[in-house]
C-alpha cells in the first residue's frame, strides 16, 4: 500500500517531465499551424507524436499503478506460502527489468513469435529472474530442498519469460505474477515420493497413451477436424492428459473434443453464410489446442507427482467442463441465434461478437459442462461433491470469458486463445484452491 501511494505521488513529475521533453505533446511550437504543405506534413508529425506521448504516458500510469497491486495480490494470494509470493516478487523485478535492458543494449535475433522482443532480453528474464527467485525462495523458507527449489525457481522463471514475450498488449506487472505465481505454487506441491508411488504402472500408461493419441491424432486428421499443427500438439497434450488417470482422465478430454467438433458442425454452413464460422471447416489448429487444453494437460501431471490426486482430479474435470461450455456455447449461439448480447452491459450485437451471449448458447454450454462434470463423477474422477465444485468453476470460467471477450478482446487487446486459456486455466484454478481448501 505505502509502495502505491508512492508511486501516485511522483507519478504526476514523471508526467510532467515526459511532456517537457524535446518533440513530445508538451512542445510549445506544436500548437502553431500553418497552410504550407511543408507545415501540414510537420504538423502530421506531430499529431504522430503527440499519440506517441500520451500512449507513453497511459503506459507509466498502468505499470507504475498495477506493480505495487500486484505484489499486493501475491502477498494475500499466497499469504500461506510466501516463498512463492517473495520468488515470484523477484522474478518481476528482476527478471523483467534485466530482460528490457538486454533487449535494448543488445538486440540480436527477434522472437519467432513475437518480432517485438529478443532472445537476449528472453534469456536474461529467466537467468535473472532463476536467481532472484531462488535466493528470496530459500531466504523465506530454508526447509525446501536446494535442488527442488532451483529446479521449481528456474521453471517458473522460464514461464515468465514466455508469458513476457507473448504477442499480448495487456501490462506485464499483471500477466507475470499471475501466471508464474500459480504455476510455482503447483509445482512446488511436487514430490519424488508421488511420483516413485505411480512408477509400477506408468510405464504400461505411457505405451498405452502413446499408441491410443496417435490412433486419435490419425482419425481426427483424417476427418479433418483437426489441421495438421492440431493433430501434432492434440497428441503431445493427450499424451498428457492419459498420464494422468489412464483412460478415465482422456475420457475428459475425448469428451471435450467430441462435443466441441459436434457444436462446430451443426449448422456450419450457415454461420459460414454469416462470416462467422470457425476457419478451415472448423479443424482446430496448434493454437486451439493449446488454448483449451493446455491447463487440463498441467493439471493431469500433477495428478500423478503430488500428493493432492483427488484436488487435481477436481482441478482437471474444471478444465474440461469449462472448455467443453465454452465451445458449445459459442458454437450453438451462433447457429441459433443473429443476436447476442453484451455479457457486461446487455447491449444487443451481432451473434459472433466477443463477449456475447444468448439464451440458447448459454443453455447449451451448461448442458456440455455439467455432462463433462458428471462423466467424471460417474467414472470415480471425483465424489458428488468435488464433480458439483467442478461444474461450478466451469461456469465461473465460462462466465470469465464472456467478460474477457467483452473488454479485452474486443479492444485488441489479447487473441481468442489468450482468452480461452485463461478461462480454462481460471477454472481449474478455483476448483483446485476450493478442493485443497476443502483438505483433499
Given at each position: 500500500?505505502?509502495?502505491l501511494l508512492f508511486n501516485?505521488?511522483?507519478?504526476?513529475?514523471?508526467?510532467?517531465?515526459?511532456?517537457?521533453?524535446?518533440?513530445?505533446?508538451?512542445?510549445?511550437?506544436?500548437?502553431?499551424?500553418?497552410?504550407?504543405?511543408?507545415?501540414?506534413?510537420?504538423?502530421?508529425?506531430?499529431?504522430?507524436?503527440?499519440?506517441?506521448?500520451?500512449?507513453?504516458?497511459?503506459?507509466?500510469?498502468?505499470?507504475?499503478?498495477?506493480?505495487?497491486?500486484?505484489?499486493?495480490?501475491?502477498?494475500?494470494?499466497?499469504?500461506?506460502?510466501?516463498?512463492?509470493?517473495?520468488?515470484?516478487?523477484?522474478?518481476?523485478?528482476?527478471?523483467?527489468?534485466?530482460?528490457?535492458?538486454?533487449?535494448?543494449?543488445?538486440?540480436?535475433?527477434?522472437?519467432?513469435?513475437?518480432?517485438?522482443?529478443?532472445?537476449?532480453?528472453?534469456?536474461?528474464?529467466?537467468?535473472?529472474?532463476?536467481?532472484?527467485?531462488?535466493?528470496?525462495?530459500?531466504?523465506?523458507?530454508?526447509?525446501?530442498?536446494?535442488?527442488?527449489?532451483?529446479?521449481?525457481?528456474?521453471?517458473?522463471?522460464?514461464?515468465?519469460?514466455?508469458?513476457?514475450?507473448?504477442?499480448?498488449?495487456?501490462?506485464?506487472?499483471?500477466?507475470?505474477?499471475?501466471?508464474?505465481?500459480?504455476?510455482?505454487?503447483?509445482?512446488?506441491l511436487m514430490e519424488r515420493?508421488?511420483?516413485?508411488?505411480?512408477?509400477?504402472?506408468?510405464?504400461?500408461?505411457?505405451?498405452?497413451?502413446?499408441?491410443i493419441n496417435l490412433a486419435?491424432?490419425?482419425?481426427?486428421?483424417?476427418?479433418?477436424?483437426?489441421?495438421?499443427?492440431?493433430?501434432?500438439?492434440?497428441?503431445?497434450?493427450?499424451?498428457?492428459?492419459?498420464?494422468?488417470?489412464?483412460?478415465?482422465?482422456?475420457?475428459?478430454?475425448?469428451?471435450?473434443?467430441?462435443?466441441?467438433?459436434?457444436?462446430?458442425?451443426?449448422?456450419?454452413?450457415?454461420?459460414?453464410?454469416?462470416?462467422?464460422?470457425?476457419?478451415?471447416?472448423?479443424?482446430?489448429?496448434?493454437?486451439?489446442?493449446?488454448?483449451?487444453?493446455?491447463?487440463?494437460?498441467?493439471?493431469?501431471?500433477?495428478?500423478?507427482?503430488?500428493?493432492?490426486?483427488?484436488?487435481?482430479?477436481?482441478?482437471?474435470?474444471?478444465?474440461?467442463?469449462?472448455?467443453?461450455?465454452?465451445?458449445?456455447?459459442?458454437?450453438?449461439?451462433?447457429?441459433?441465434?443473429?443476436?447476442?448480447?453484451?455479457?457486461?452491459?446487455?447491449?444487443?450485437?451481432?451473434?459472433?461478437?466477443?463477449?456475447?451471449?444468448?439464451?440458447?448458447?448459454?443453455?447449451?454450454?451448461?448442458?456440455?459442462?455439467?455432462?463433462?462434470?458428471?462423466?467424471?463423477?460417474?467414472?470415480?474422477?471425483?465424489?458428488?461433491?468435488?464433480?458439483?465444485?467442478?461444474?461450478?468453476?466451469?461456469?465461473?470460467?465460462?462466465?470469465?470469458?464472456?467478460?474477457?471477450?467483452?473488454?479485452?478482446?474486443?479492444?485488441?487487446?489479447?487473441?481468442?486463445?489468450?482468452?480461452?486459456?485463461?478461462?480454462?486455466?481460471?477454472?481449474?484454478?478455483?476448483?483446485?484452491?476450493?478442493?485443497?481448501?476443502?483438505?483433499?
Amino acid at each position: 500500500l505505502l509502495a502505491l501511494l508512492f508511486n501516485l505521488l511522483i507519478l504526476p513529475r514523471l508526467e510532467v517531465d515526459l511532456r517537457k521533453r524535446p518533440g513530445s505533446a508538451g512542445v510549445p511550437f506544436a500548437s502553431l499551424r500553418a497552410d504550407s504543405p511543408a507545415q501540414r506534413l510537420s504538423d502530421s508529425a506531430v499529431d504522430s507524436t503527440t499519440a506517441s506521448a500520451a500512449e507513453s504516458s497511459a503506459s507509466v500510469w498502468t505499470g507504475i499503478i498495477l506493480y505495487p497491486i500486484s505484489v499486493l495480490a501475491l502477498i494475500l494470494l499466497y499469504r500461506h506460502s510466501m516463498h512463492v509470493a517473495a520468488a515470484v516478487w523477484a522474478i518481476m523485478a528482476l527478471g523483467d527489468g534485466l530482460a528490457s535492458v538486454a533487449g535494448e543494449r543488445l538486440g540480436g535475433p527477434a522472437l519467432p513469435y513475437n518480432r517485438e522482443k529478443t532472445w537476449a532480453g528472453s534469456v536474461s528474464f529467466a537467468l535473472a529472474g532463476t536467481a532472484g527467485a531462488y535466493t528470496l525462495a530459500r531466504w523465506v523458507n530454508p526447509a525446501f530442498e536446494s535442488d527442488k527449489a532451483l529446479l521449481v525457481c528456474a521453471a517458473t522463471a522460464v514461464v515468465g519469460a514466455l508469458v513476457e514475450s507473448a504477442p499480448v498488449r495487456l501490462d506485464d506487472n499483471a500477466t507475470v505474477p499471475l501466471v508464474s505465481g500459480g504455476f510455482m505454487f503447483c509445482a512446488f506441491l511436487m514430490e519424488r515420493s508421488a511420483l516413485a508411488s505411480n512408477l509400477p504402472y506408468l510405464g504400461r500408461r505411457i505405451a498405452l497413451a502413446v499408441v491410443i493419441n496417435l490412433a486419435f491424432a490419425l482419425v481426427a486428421l483424417r476427418l479433418r477436424l483437426v489441421a495438421r499443427s492440431g493433430a501434432r500438439a492434440g497428441f503431445l497434450l493427450g499424451v498428457a492428459v492419459y498420464l494422468g488417470y489412464g483412460w478415465k482422465s482422456f475420457s475428459l478430454l475425448l469428451a471435450f473434443f467430441v462435443l466441441g467438433s459436434m457444436a462446430t458442425r451443426l449448422g456450419y454452413a450457415k454461420k459460414a453464410a454469416r462470416g462467422i464460422a470457425e476457419r478451415r471447416g472448423g479443424a482446430r489448429s496448434w493454437r486451439e489446442a493449446l488454448a483449451n487444453t493446455l491447463a487440463g494437460a498441467f493439471f493431469s501431471i500433477l495428478v500423478i507427482t503430488t500428493h493432492h490426486e483427488a484436488a487435481f482430479l477436481v482441478a482437471l474435470m474444471a478444465t474440461f467442463a469449462e472448455a467443453a461450455g465454452d465451445t458449445v456455447s459459442s458454437e450453438i449461439g451462433q447457429w441459433l441465434s443473429t443476436r447476442a448480447y453484451l455479457v457486461t452491459t446487455f447491449e444487443p450485437v451481432r451473434a459472433g461478437e466477443n463477449g456475447g451471449i444468448s439464451l440458447g448458447g448459454t443453455a447449451a454450454g451448461l448442458a456440455a459442462s455439467a455432462l463433462v462434470a458428471g462423466l467424471g463423477y460417474a467414472l470415480g474422477l471425483s465424489t458428488r461433491g468435488g464433480a458439483a465444485l467442478a461444474l461450478a468453476a466451469g461456469l465461473a470460467g465460462n462466465l470469465l470469458d464472456s467478460v474477457l471477450g467483452a473488454t479485452l478482446e474486443r479492444r485488441g487487446l489479447v487473441s481468442n486463445g489468450i482468452v480461452n486459456f485463461a478461462g480454462t486455466s481460471f477454472a481449474g484454478a478455483l476448483a483446485l484452491g476450493l478442493s485443497l481448501r476443502a483438505g483433499h
